[in-house]
């Protein structure tokens, strides 16, 4: 949901959705990051649903962002940088479809700069292996359920949190700390 005229979405799946809405809602110029469901077939999933990897669809993070503050290239390259592309269906410990690495283009501009990007790194190779990203048209998003929202904020005391998602958000401050909000 757009809170003015020039704020732009973009939505990416880039493994647990609260480790990719902690690191991409950190950023200046991201005004907010939701936790949702993407790309499955089933209507209005549950998380319980979405776990089971039966409905399709992916956990991913739609961003509201303004692009006089941030492009949807610093996007792209904060998502390439903070998980890993290359496995298939898998973030760590995080297996199954839903886990899988996948940017929802929002129009034909995104999906051309998503996919200049991708062919870029591989030409580099930034990456030992080939990535496995998919670029696909957003159909549906779909928020999660409350709890989810602002998971790594409300829980740092989560297992989960401290010992996955803290030490990626720490990482990603050091490589990122010109562009982190102010707190």
């Known amino acids: 949901m757009k809170e003015k005229e020039n704020d732009t979405l973009a939505t990416f799946g880039g493994g647990c959705f609260w480790c990719t809405e902690a690191v991409l ?27 089971t990897g039966a409905t399709g ?3 991913c993070v739609q961003i509201t962002f303004d692009p006089g503050v941030i492009s949807y290239q610093e996007l792209l390259e904060v998502f390439w940088k903070t998980h890993d592309p290359t496995t298939r269906n898998r973030q760590g410990n995080d297996i199954g479809t839903q886990y899988r690495s996948v940017i929802f283009y929002h129009d034909l501009q995104q999906k051309d700069l998503a996919e200049s990007c991708r062919d870029k790194l591989e030409a580099e190779r930034a990456w030992d292996r080939p990535l496995v ?23 740092p005391s989560n297992t989960y949190c401290s010992l996955v998602v803290a030490p990626k958000i720490e990482k990603f401050k050091k490589v990122f700390r010109d562009r982190l909000k102010k707190p």
């Open 57 to 59: 669809h992916a956990e």
């Open 25 to 51: 809602g950190s950023l200046r110029g991201v005004i907010r990051a939701v936790c949702g469901y993407s790309g499955g077939h089933a209507e209005n999933p549950t998380y319980q649903e979405v776990c």
């Open 133 to 155: 990203t998919e670029i696909v048209p957003l159909e549906k998003f779909w928020p999660a359920e409350s709890y989810h929202q602002d998971y790594f904020r409300n829980n």
